[in-house]
């Protein structure tokens, strides 16, 4: 089974801080890079932080500065601490596999929503 649970979204005013938290199963976890993707209303689900197995991070333009993402190994969790929350941030945050055959995102949670609004 595919195990993919985000939580951790809400309300927040412009400028908050948010931490997601992704729990994947143990050999989801451990196949290639992780990361978050988000997809805001009427655009194209887009990749905005990865984090490969030794821990090395890229991210979106967009969010460079703000945005960190992090994993814990022992728990099978990728997190993504986000700071100077913009409007622009609102939108419906998943965790996936980076990199690869699409086929390995054949499957999706269920997201956790961010809205960033005053």
């Known amino acids: 089974q595919v195990q993919l649970v985000e939580s951790g979204g809400g309300l927040v005013q412009p400028g908050g801080s948010l931490r997601l938290s992704c729990a994947a199963s143990g050999s989801i976890f451990s196949i290639n890079a992780m990361g978050w993707y988000r997809q805001a209303p009427g655009k194209e689900r887009e990749l905005v932080a990865s984090?490969?197995?030794?821990?090395?991070?890229k991210f979106a333009d967009s969010v460079k500065g703000r945005f960190t993402i992090s994993r814990d190994d022992n728990k099978n969790t990728v997190y993504l601490q986000m700071n100077s929350l913009k409007p622009e941030d609102t939108a419906v945050y998943y965790c996936?596999?980076?990199?690869?055959?699409?086929?390995?995102?054949?499957?999706w949670g269920k997201g956790t929503l961010v809205t960033v609004s005053s």
């Open positions: 984090i490969t197995l030794g821990r090395s991070t």
């Open positions: 996936n596999l980076v990199g690869g055959a699409a086929i390995v995102r054949d499957y």
